[in-house]
């Protein structure tokens, strides 16, 4: 069983930074796509981002696409999220997912393991 914890949320100005984490355990981390997604009140999950397992690929929504940008570091057991200049429309409680597969997947269904979440907040 796959355990994640996500952290690095918090209240941001428009323009600003913030750096999500998502640490593993419990399976071989080194075999699992990643994914983000996100969920605004009153709305439905959706794909940010998503990296394979050797981190050699990426796919993100066009919404997020030049100002996001996800990695990982396998020796820690940890995927990442980077998210520069943050718009309001960002606000949102931001998900890390884990499948076992190479490949990634932008429909959360096809996610097995999930963290609880983590709230970013944009100011305008």
């Known amino acids: 069983q796959v355990q994640l914890v996500e952290s690095g949320g918090g209240l941001v100005q428009a323009g600003g930074s913030l750096r999500l984490s998502c640490a593993a355990s419990?399976?071989?981390?080194?075999?699992?796509?990643m994914g983000w997604f996100r969920q605004a009140p009153g709305k439905e999950r959706e794909f940010v981002a998503g990296?394979?397992?050797?981190?050699?690929?990426?796919y993100y929504a066009d919404s997020v696409k030049g100002r996001f940008t996800a990695s990982r570091d396998n020796a820690k057991n940890t995927v990442y999220l980077q998210m520069n200049s943050l718009k309001p429309e960002d606000t949102a409680v931001y998900y890390c997912?884990?499948?076992?597969?190479?490949?990634?997947?932008?429909?959360?269904?096809?996610?097995?393991?999930w963290g609880q979440g983590t709230q970013v907040t944009v100011s305008s």
């Open positions: 419990g399976g071989s981390f080194s075999m699992l796509s």
């Open positions: 990296i394979s397992w050797g981190g050699i690929n990426t």
């Open positions: 997912a884990a499948r076992r597969s190479y490949s990634i997947s932008y429909v959360y269904t096809e996610y097995a393991y």
